[in-house]
């Protein structure tokens, strides 16, 4: 009996593999990109960004939306900001941060989706 997630019939197909391959970024690609999930898998820093979809807010405003400490969360901002995933606008003395770009913003609407859509096809999850 075959595995589930294994193949049944060990048979390659060259050509699909191929053209797979080709499509396939460079290393270092897969390795930013792998970096960036691994940002978001944290869910303080998950918190922040999702705070962010809001609209810009200062260290204090976004310790007070997630829970964090200031310490915590300019700790997490400085990964973040590094990863260009937030970026920053001085005011004064005060920081006002907000996401980087459109494509941030994307892969957060994705994931809340995600999560929405598996809460109302998968109840026992939501509970």
Do not use: N, Q, W
């Not at 930013?32 to 999702?50: I, K, N, S, W």
């Not at 995933?85 to 913003?105: I, T």
Request: aromatic residues 2%.
């Amino acid at each position: 009996m075959a595995e589930p997630d294994g193949c049944a019939v060990r048979v390659v197909d060259a050509e699909r593999v191929a053209s797979v391959r080709e499509r396939m970024p460079a290393e270092r690609d897969l390795a930013d990109t792998a970096e960036v999930f691994g940002l978001l898998a944290d869910p303080g820093r998950l918190r922040l960004l999702l705070g962010l979809l809001e609209g810009e807010l200062c260290v204090c405003d976004l310790a007070a939306v997630s829970g964090m400490s200031e310490s915590a969360v300019s700790h997490a901002l400085r990964l973040l900001r590094a990863h260009r995933v937030v970026k920053a606008r001085r005011s004064g003395r005060m920081a006002y941060y907000r996401l980087d770009d459109a494509h941030v913003r994307m892969l957060l609407d994705l994931a809340v989706a995600h999560i929405e859509h598996s809460e109302v096809t998968h109840p026992e999850r939501g509970a």
